[in-house]
């Protein structure tokens, strides 16, 4: 199996961390990362990264986010979602597709946004959400956002459905309580799916229950690539099946990277940088990276410094392929 990107399309219940570690276990890669967090309640694209791509996750351009989005007016809880207590409640105003539809179009562009309490945003070297969990009143500095669409999807209130396309950073919890702050009540976001991550679609991604036939032949997830401790353990297929089953999903770094301008190689600079690391210039001056190329193939990724004096650094781009193994993980996804 080559090194590339797997978007799966996370289901409610787990957290990212817990979708990497099946990952690990059904590839018998070490090295896989996810490139942006989503939390648990959360479904949608969460793009991870195999292998050598685990270096490339840096060069990723993520700038922009998808989410479909639920808002449900009248209730505020302490998280700003579903999983957070109930700290105020208000009467939802008899309002209008066009009043939504107004509030909205007053969010798009540049616009300033505070941190949720509960977030993993640092202050004074700890994340806010430790604060928050011991009943400290701690705030973030407000910070600099986008957003590009605030697309109306439906409505049967208190419930507001929303299609946000926003820059990376924002909170999807924030505006909730902002729209509904701007409608003249309080609310919080009940629902969220991530239907874009940069490059990354929600049309590319992999099921768990997919996941799960390709692995075992069952889509019954849970029992597949979550047993519980005193579960029977499912048999998997041998490795080199799994890795069949997913080689369609799987997005090559080049694919991945696109948006990087590419140089092609000769034969004799394929040797020297595979034997020391020389690469050719930058296809033009005001690069800062260039994708290294022999053929189709990315060899590896090269990243100017600040003044074209400096050393040129470079990320190369190396398969690491796995031995078979049929074996299940255990419950939290490892061997």
């Known amino acids: 199996m080559t090194d590339g990107f797997l978007v799966m399309d996370k289901p409610p219940g787990i957290t990212s961390h817990d979708v990497v570690a099946v990952a690990r276990a059904v590839t018998g890669l070490k090295k896989v990362g996810h ?52 700290i105020a409640e208000a009467p939802v105003p008899n309002i209008t597709r066009a009043d939504v539809e ?48 605030m697309e109306f999807r439906g409505m049967d209130l208190p419930r507001i459905r929303v299609l946000i396309r926003c820059s990376r950073g924002t909170y999807a919890r924030v505006i909730a309580e902002e729209v509904a702050e701007a409608l003249g009540t309080v609310g ?11 490059p990354f679609k929600i049309e590319q991604s992999l099921p ?10 069952s889509p019954a997830w849970h029992e597949v690539l979550r047993p519980g401790k005193r579960e029977e353990r499912v048999p998997w297929r041998p490795r080199d ?32 940088f595979q034997t020391s690391g020389l690469v050719p210039p930058p296809p033009t001056p005001d690069a800062r990276a260039w994708l290294l190329l022999a053929g189709d193939d990315l060899l590896g990724v090269a990243t100017a410094g600040k003044a074209t004096s400096e050393p040129i650094q470079w990320e190369r781009n190396a398969a690491r392929p796995a031995g078979p193994s049929n074996r299940a993980p255990s419950r939290d996804g490892s061997h």
Do not use: N, W
């Open 35 to 86: 490139t942006g967090t989503l939390d648990p309640f959360a479904t949608g694209v969460l793009p991870l990264a195999l292998g050598g791509a685990t270096r490339l996750i840096q060069f990723l351009d993520e700038s922009e986010k998808v989410y479909d989005a639920v808002i449900c007016l009248g209730r505020l809880t302490d998280t700003g979602d579903p999983t957070g207590t109930v």
């Open 102 to 149: 107004r509030v909205f179009a007053s969010f798009v562009g540049q616009r300033m946004q505070r941190p949720p309490r509960y977030s993993a945003v640092k202050v004074k070297g700890k994340p806010l959400y430790e604060y928050a969990r011991k009943g400290q009143d701690v705030v973030a500095e407000p910070r600099a956002i986008r957003i590009d669409g």
């Open 188 to 198: 919080h976001l009940e629902e969220l799916r991530r239907d874009g991550s940069g």
């Open 208 to 217: 768990m229950s997919r996941l799960s036939e390709i692995v075992a032949g």
């Open 241 to 272: 099946e799994v890795f069949s089953g997913l080689l369609p999903y799987l997005i090559s770094p080049r694919e991945a990277l696109k948006h990087i301008p590419a140089v092609t190689l000769s034969a004799l600079e394929i040797r020297r």
